[in-house]
């Protein structure tokens, strides 16, 4: 190829490749024509394109000039020249070294492939081979990325995604029928896929009118902005932290920063469509290997505006109501922002399946508002699924089935109508108490954090507030809420809590829960780094204005303040004096303080298990923070979900830890409780209370199934068969623990 620029040699193979596109021949004759005309390009004498499946490996699926030399059909990413290209998501040219892929020693001298990323993700490679020794010059490189870009959106077409699925299944790999995920909110659903790609392809990458692109970019933008006021103005949401982060989206869809770069790449010579897209890639390159998951959130909440303006820059706009063939549907998406949510027809949505889903996720957040089931970290699936193919989403166990076979439709039909009918009982179980079979009365009560969490005061009839997560309205305040604000939280659910209990948990921040506007801090274990007590005790004056806000919210009431993450004795009686210090303060200066103060602490350090006697003498509670102490006790992340599977609170254990909290509790008349997710799933709260647990605090979508179950018990009988457990060598006593409760008729 002669030396021409980088654009100027694409655009030429580019010209060549969409011919071999549109004409009307079968897939595999349509890329046998592609790889010729890149091998005559490139003056190469072979050509092959690999495309990945399950995000493992890449099978082979076209090639030009191999035939006859011995080339392996699949290789694992990582493995060999072209693995190490799908791994490493970089291009990268061999020259006379020995390859496991195919002999490149003998036949080939030298290679350059590209990765074909679609979405940030390996979707292929291309390869370019010689027989003879050759120098690869940057601008191959540069010409072989911008083709690989090209035949992305080529290969992304349903034709040949079909066509690359009966590829596949021709071989004999297997197919899973049902995959598991991470449950992000839980239900049930059955439903059409409605496969969420509001992105189009992108068919034209230079410009030829620099004005005209730049005139573009601003009437989408305009209309845009335009179309999301409207849509968030219609709210049919209710008031929740979900209103906030449609609010932040907005925004984040006017920011100046971002069309400044969108215009960059425009004068420099790409289409307000591949402008978009390269200055989404420049700040995914710059924030995706950051571990704070805001900043990661915000990127999800970037591409969503990226494709929405790309769909108002291609006039596709007219249509962005996505088409809904089906009345139940189960939208999977690689990844989605807020906004996407509400093009659709929320009374439709039966599920939804985000490959690169987190709990934290605006698009979960906005979902678990609407109780759609939410699923995520199924690899592979949102290539694989097709456009309207049945899916059932099992988001009690976290699995989704691909064409379920009927049973499992029966089974998914029966369980969706179960949950209705759990819903009708539950409204029905408002009005009785919290007591066992057996008379045992159990005190249940909810955690909060977000403002919708407030409702189920009203929603629950629940005995009081367990654990108010304060961290959450600081984390959603764009600046450190000063005491005033502060007053305004915490009076607010002071205000509707009326004579209910609350538990005012002090700030719990750091490790995965970031303040957007505290600069980030490197560290290496930020689980067990600089977080919770540990930086309100270190930056005193934060702990002593949130114990004043506490100490003002609650005039005249009953204030209980908890510690998180006590490790010592010291640090409890640290951080109570401080509280102390305040209220005598607020005394003096003549200040209405609470009725009552009550402090207590979290138990989710082990070491404070091993201090436990001592420190029950000077708290007035305490309250068991299982996801803190189960990560710590298995020394096993919470947040990783590798290993979320490995270790189970339902061992011997773990439940000999709880049994041995409850009981010093009891034996120093200390009221001890639960407010961990532990108790949030009845048949761990079945298991709690066997263990002597008297007190838990649900998540306030649980507390309707944890009634239920608690309703359905024996006191007795639990306590005697959770003794007989403690000693099992058994990873997960869970099997056993269900079978009993079917067993028992016991509501699990
Ligand atoms: C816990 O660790 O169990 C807990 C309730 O606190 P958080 O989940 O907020 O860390
Ligand atoms: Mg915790």
Not at 39 to 64: G, H, I, P, R
Not at 243 to 268: C, P, V
Not at 520 to 527: C, G, L, Q, R, Y
Request: glycine share 6%; net charge neutral; hydrophobic share 40%.
């Amino acid at each position: 190829m002669q030396e021409t620029t980088a654009t100027a040699q694409a655009m030429n193979v580019l010209k060549d490749i969409q011919g071999a596109v549109f004409t009307k021949a079968e897939p595999e004759v349509k890329l046998a024509h592609i790889m010729q005309i890149l091998a005559q390009s490139f003056k190469a004498d072979a050509t092959a394109c690999y495309v990945s499946v399950d995000d493992n490996y890449l099978e082979l699926l076209s090639q030009y000039g191999l035939e006859g030399y011995p080339h392996k059909g699949n290789i694992r990413y990582g493995e060999g020249f072209i693995g190490e290209i799908a791994a490493s998501q970089r291009s990268l040219f061999r020259t006379g070294i020995a390859d496991k892929t195919f002999k490149m020693s003998k036949a080939f001298k030298a290679a350059l492939g590209a990765p074909l990323l679609r979405w940030n993700r390996t979707f292929g490679t291309i390869i370019i081979i010689h027989k003879d020794e050759h120098q690869y010059t940057q601008t191959d490189v540069e010409t072989l990325e911008t083709v690989a870009l090209f035949l992305t959106s080529v290969l992304s077409s349903d034709e040949m995604l079909e066509y690359k699925k009966k590829l596949v299944k021709s071989r004999g790999l297997k197919v899973k029928d049902h995959l598991k995920g991470v449950i992000l909110n839980k239900g049930y659903g059955i439903g059409h896929a409605v496969v969420h790609q509001r992105r189009q392809a992108l068919t034209k990458i230079f410009a030829e009118n620099k004005q005209a692109e730049l005139d573009r970019l601003e009437d989408a933008k305009e209309r845009m902005n335009k179309s999301l006021d409207e849509k968030f103005n219609a709210t049919r949401l209710g008031i929740g932290e979900h209103t906030d982060i449609l609010e932040t989206y907005r925004m984040f869809a006017k920011d100046k920063g971002w069309y400044q770069k969108i215009s960059t790449h425009i004068e420099n010579g790409l289409t307000a469509e591949a402008a978009v897209e390269r200055a989404y890639e420049d700040t995914w390159n710059r924030l995706s290997a950051s571990s704070d998951i805001y900043l990661k959130e915000r990127l999800h909440d970037l591409r969503d505006v990226a494709d929405r303006l790309r769909t108002f820059l291609s006039g596709e706009d007219n249509k962005s109501e996505a088409p809904q063939r089906y009345d139940d549907i189960i939208i999977v998406a690689q990844t989605m922002g807020p906004a996407d949510l509400m093009d659709y027809d929320y009374k439709k949505i039966r599920g939804l399946i985000i490959e690169e889903g987190t709990p934290t996720m605006h698009v979960a957040i906005v979902a678990k508002a609407l109780n759609i089931p939410v699923i995520a970290k199924i690899r592979g699936i949102f290539k694989d699924v097709k456009e309207g193919e049945l899916l059932g989403l099992d988001g009690q166990e976290g699995f989704v089935y691909i064409d379920p076979p009927e049973d499992i439709i029966q089974k998914f039909k029966s369980r969706q109508k179960n949950m209705s009918l759990l819903l009708e009982q539950l409204k029905a179980l408002k009005k009785y108490p919290n007591k066992t079979l057996d008379g045992t009365r159990i005190n249940l009560n909810i955690n909060v954090g977000l403002d919708f969490d407030f409702d189920y005061l009203d929603s629950t009839k629940c005995d009081g507030i367990g654990l108010y997560r304060t961290e959450i309205p600081f984390m959603s305040s764009e600046s450190m809420p000063d005491v005033e604000k502060q007053i305004g939280f915490y009076k607010k659910l002071m205000d509707k809590a009326g004579n209910k209990r609350v538990v005012f948990r002090s700030l719990d921040v750091g490790s995965d829960k970031r303040l957007p506007y505290w600069s980030d801090m490197k560290e290496d274990n930020p689980a067990i780094g600089w977080r919770s007590i540990r930086i309100t005790l270190d930056r005193r004056a934060i702990l002593r204005k949130q114990m004043k806000a506490f100490l003002r919210a609650a005039a005249g009431k009953e204030l209980n303040v908890m510690f998180p993450m006590i490790a010592s004795l010291e640090e409890f009686l640290d951080a109570k004096e401080t509280l102390m210090l305040e209220l005598e303060k607020e005394k003096k200066k003549g200040e209405n303080v609470p009725s009552k103060v009550r402090v207590g602490l979290m138990i989710e350090v082990p070491s404070i298990i091993f201090q436990l006697d001592d420190v029950l003498q000077y708290a007035d509670f305490i309250s068991v923070g299982t996801n803190d102490l189960a990560q710590f006790i298995f020394a096993c992340d919470r947040g990783n979900p590798r290993i979320t599977d490995r270790y189970d609170v339902l061992s011997a254990p773990f439940l000999r830890v709880m049994k041995t909290i409850v009981e010093k509790a009891d034996a120093a008349k200390v009221e001890c409780s639960v407010c961990g997710e532990m108790a949030s799933n009845p048949v761990e709260a079945m298991v709690l209370i066997g263990l002597g647990f008297r007190k838990l605090s649900v998540s306030g979508s649980a507390y309707g199934p944890v009634k239920s179950m608690i309703r359905s018990l024996r006191v007795q009988d639990i306590a005697e068969y959770v003794k007989t457990l403690l000693k099992s060598p058994k990873k997960s006593l869970r099997p056993q623990l269900i079978a009993y409760a079917h067993d028992h008729g016991i509501a699990i």
